[in-house]
């Protein structure tokens, strides 16, 4: 039998720990860069977080301008129009500066700067031809993985759906991961980026391609994101929780960057670009019931990730794994304000079902899910959700 090949993808550079982000000078001034286009969103501009950055930037003769028009779900108009600022303005790199909506704006302008077209070409994999413009991407969240990833997600407000763009091509050049940029992030924002990251690794490690590589960077997140995240919540200035959480966020970035996802994921795109849900808690919202059903085709890995989380397990049962590890999840979410469940989603009919499942079985996520279920299945796990109390 042929073996199986698997792929791995991981941006060049990448600087972690607390006080790392003047670091970037070094490497970006050998690169030659002439102008920084700054991709960013109002609250941290507005702040005073991203003059850190410029004044950097500034200090090393390097120009830069800012566009900071970047909202929660980064939209197909918004790319557009920084891809024409950034090409009036001659900036020949990109920041960005933020949580995952500033690096996927980033990213979506970044490729279709050097490949032309409309952003709807590239979705699905490795449509592209050319690398994208040069992106270092500087986190202030600890949850989405987007400063490392190959996954840039964008919204097409016209037909409310989220088009996820997986292509190596849009790799950032430099991943910045300084805890000290996120001392002062909201508890609700903590919240949902942590669950975010903790949902990255618990699909990575059961992903259809998953490998032992893979597996180990998952099953870490997994312990750090347990014993951190509340800390984090409670007390977002307590630096080394922070410093685990940078940790975590990383390593299921990398995890999830070269196993994929499942359908927590590709049901949760389907909330965000139709209810302009934030990502991070669509996943929570979604996640013990997309594990309950994928957990007949995937105990023993379930099993790993409650141990991970240092439950005991008195056998490994499905329906002890279950019962233990979606009792925890639950307990994890509600001690960070998470609803488990899509009651509380502003808008939702329970009418839009099917569409919602039709779509998330297209999406690229669904693709290395364990347990590969049709539209009506998807369906029942989107009519289970909405019923939770």
Same mark, same amino acid.
Request: hydrophobic share 45%; aromatic share 8%; proline share 5%.
């Given at each position: 039998?042929?073996?199986?090949?698997?792929?791995?993808?991981?941006?060049?550079?990448?600087?972690?720990?607390?006080?790392?982000?003047?670091?970037?000078?070094?490497?970006?001034?050998?690169?030659?860069?002439?102008?920084?286009?700054?991709?960013?969103?109002?609250?941290?501009?507005?702040?005073?977080?991203?003059?850190?950055?410029?004044?950097?930037?500034?200090?090393?003769?390097?120009?830069?301008?800012?566009?900071?028009?970047?909202?929660?779900?980064?939209?197909?108009?918004?790319?557009?129009?920084?891809?024409?600022?950034?090409?009036?303005?001659?900036?020949?790199?990109?920041?960005?500066?933020?949580?995952?909506?500033?690096?996927?704006?980033?990213?979506?302008?970044?490729?279709?700067?050097?490949?032309?077209?409309?952003?709807?070409?590239?979705?699905?994999?490795?449509?592209?031809?050319?690398?994208?413009?040069?992106?270092?991407?500087?986190?202030?969240?600890?949850?989405?993985?987007?400063?490392?990833?190959?996954?840039?997600?964008?919204?097409?407000?016209?037909?409310?759906?989220?088009?996820?763009?997986?292509?190596?091509?849009?790799?950032?050049?430099?991943?910045?991961?300084?805890?000290?940029?996120?001392?002062?992030?909201?508890?609700?924002?903590?919240?949902?980026?942590?669950?975010?990251?903790?949902?990255?690794?618990?699909?990575?490690?059961?992903?259809?391609?998953?490998?032992?590589?893979?597996?180990?960077?998952?099953?870490?997140?997994?312990?750090?994101?347990?014993?951190?995240?509340?800390?984090?919540?409670?007390?977002?200035?307590? #630096?080394?929780?922070?410093?685990?959480?940078?940790?975590?966020?990383?390593?299921?970035?990398?995890?999830?960057?070269?196993?994929?996802?499942?359908?927590?994921?590709?049901?949760?795109?389907?909330?965000?670009?139709?209810?302009?849900?934030?990502?991070? #808690?669509?996943?929570?919202?979604?996640?013990?019931?997309?594990?309950?059903?994928?957990?007949?085709?995937?105990?023993?890995?379930?099993?790993?990730?409650?141990?991970?989380?240092?439950?005991?397990?008195?056998?490994?049962?499905?329906?002890?794994?279950?019962?233990?590890?979606?009792?925890?999840?639950?307990?994890?979410?509600?001690?960070?304000?998470?609803?488990?469940?899509?009651?509380?989603?502003?808008?939702?009919?329970?009418?839009?079902?099917?569409?919602?499942?039709?779509?998330?079985?297209?999406?690229?996520?669904?693709?290395?899910?364990?347990?590969?279920?049709?539209?009506?299945?998807?369906?029942?796990?989107?009519?289970?959700?909405?019923?939770?109390?």
């Amino acid at each position: 039998m042929k073996p199986t090949v698997f792929e791995y993808f991981m941006t060049p550079i990448s600087l972690l720990g607390s006080g790392c982000l003047p670091e970037i000078i070094k490497y970006v001034t050998p690169m030659k860069f002439r102008k920084a286009f700054i991709v960013s969103d109002k609250f941290l501009v507005d702040s005073g977080l991203a003059a850190k950055l410029t004044a950097i930037l500034q200090q090393a003769g390097i120009f830069y301008i800012i566009y900071d028009n970047v909202s929660p779900n980064p939209t197909v108009e918004q790319v557009e129009y920084g891809l024409k600022l950034y090409r009036d303005n001659g900036c020949d790199f990109l920041i960005s500066f933020g949580g995952g909506s500033p690096h996927d704006c980033a990213k979506a302008i970044g490729l279709l700067a050097t490949n032309g077209g409309r952003i709807h070409d590239y979705v699905g994999l490795n449509k592209a031809s050319h690398a994208a413009a040069p992106l270092i991407a500087v986190n202030t969240t600890a949850g989405t993985g987007s400063e490392l990833t190959r996954f840039c997600v964008i919204t097409d407000t016209a037909q409310q759906r989220k088009m996820t763009i997986t292509d190596w091509h849009v790799t950032p050049i430099i991943a910045v991961n300084d805890a000290e940029l996120m001392l002062d992030m909201p508890p609700k924002l903590t919240a949902a980026t942590g669950i975010d990251a903790l949902t990255h690794a618990i699909e990575a490690y059961v992903s259809t391609n998953a490998t032992p590589v893979t597996d180990c960077k998952a099953l870490k997140a997994v312990e750090l994101i347990s014993r951190h995240l509340a800390t984090t919540v409670q007390d977002g200035r307590n #630096l080394a929780a922070r410093e685990m959480m940078v940790y975590a966020e990383y390593l299921a970035g990398i995890a999830f960057n070269n196993a994929s996802l499942g359908y927590v994921h590709a049901l949760a795109h389907q909330l965000g670009g139709k209810y302009n849900l934030p990502h991070g #808690l669509a996943n929570g919202m979604l996640l013990s019931y997309v594990i309950a059903f994928n957990i007949p085709s995937a105990t023993e890995k379930y099993a790993d990730i409650a141990l991970a989380m240092g439950l005991s397990l008195p056998d490994r049962k499905p329906e002890t794994v279950a019962a233990v590890l979606l009792g925890a999840l639950r307990r994890l979410l509600d001690s960070v304000s998470i609803p488990c469940g899509i009651k509380t989603v502003n808008g939702f009919e329970p009418n839009d079902i099917p569409e919602l499942a039709k779509n998330a079985l297209q999406d690229v996520c669904a693709l290395t899910n364990p347990r590969q279920g049709s539209v009506d299945e998807l369906a029942k796990i989107l009519r289970t959700a909405w019923a939770a109390q």
